[in-house]
């Protein structure tokens, strides 16, 4: 009896731990569940604005892709170095944070490290079967890409980022609306919002191309507007110096033609003068005569 005791409560307490591990599972996977559920809302809403925006909100992706990968070089530097106890975070800190500063502050670095990872997010989100294949593509067209957006930095972010953005809001999308998830439902989706989204960033940046052409041709006009005022006003400056000139020239001539006449009416008084010296010299020689 002693035995059959202890065994029977063995089996009921084998049975209640079970139920309890039972109800944690339970729990545990209502929790993930609803997690999966908000990664799935957030990937959703911003891979559309990623997919709408991402050439407007380059430095902030390019710090967001810094932030990842000094993070990763830290770790690489944790596990080099073999560093222990506070510097491991440290070390990871610094890294993330320093990366993150030069790729949102040197534009073309922070291009290169978004079409690098968003490419390869694209590579890999086509789940190709063989590994090694896969690693292969991915490599080749993330490099080739971030080279190619060095050259045309503008259309090469315009297309990644709406293609990557796309492709994260529709497979979230497909997977929210339907249990398990359609891939070719979501590649479907993704296609689609690729081509609006990118559409849209081209069109935005055009229009932002035709402000800046609008504002470059309106300080050319007042720069040609203001070069006429200063040749306009110069003209003037020459036409009223040469109707100064012209007016002290007649000045001076009208002034000589005085001068003439003064001096010819002094040689005519003169030579009257002398005229009637001789004709008072002729009276007195007939008076002496007489």
Not at 140 to 165: K, Y
Not at 197 to 211: A, E, L, N, P, Y
Request: glycine letters at 10%; proline letters at 1%.
């Amino acid at each position: 009896m002693w035995i059959g005791d202890n065994l029977l409560e063995m089996t009921n307490g084998q049975i209640d731990s079970l139920l309890s591990m039972n109800g944690q599972l339970e729990t545990f996977l209502a929790w993930t569940s609803q997690m999966v559920f908000i990664v799935r809302i957030a990937a959703v809403v911003i891979g559309l604005i990623v997919c709408f925006l991402g050439l407007k909100l380059i430095r902030v992706l390019s710090a967001i892709v810094g932030l990842a990968v000094g993070a990763g070089i830290g770790t690489a530097v944790v596990f080099g170095f073999q560093f222990s106890g506070t510097m491991i975070p440290v070390t990871i800190l610094v890294c993330a944070v320093m990366v993150a500063v030069f790729a949102a502050a040197v534009r073309k670095l922070g291009v290169f490290l978004v079409v690098f990872l968003y490419t390869a997010g694209i590579v890999m989100s086509l789940r190709i079967p063989q590994i090694i294949i896969l690693l292969a593509v991915c490599g080749g067209a993330a490099l080739l890409m971030s080279v190619l957006s060095l050259i045309w930095t503008d259309p090469i972010v315009v297309i990644i980022t709406g293609i990557s953005g796309a492709l994260s809001a529709g497979i979230s999308a497909a997977a929210l609306l339907f249990a398990g998830g359609n891939i070719w439902l979501g590649y479907g989706v993704g296609a689609v919002l690729a081509l609006i989204g990118i559409w849209t960033q081209f069109m935005v940046q055009s229009r932002k191309i035709g402000k800046k052409e609008k504002v470059y041709a309106r300080q050319m006009r007042d720069q040609v507007s203001r070069e006429s005022e200063v040749e306009k006003a110069r003209r003037i400056l020459e036409e009223e110096e040469d109707d100064d000139e012209s007016g002290s020239r007649k000045i001076r001539g009208v002034k000589k033609s005085k001068k003439s006449k003064t001096t010819q009416k002094t040689s005519a008084r003169d030579t009257g003068s002398d005229d009637m010296e001789e004709d008072d010299d002729d009276i007195t020689i007939i008076n002496e005569e007489l």
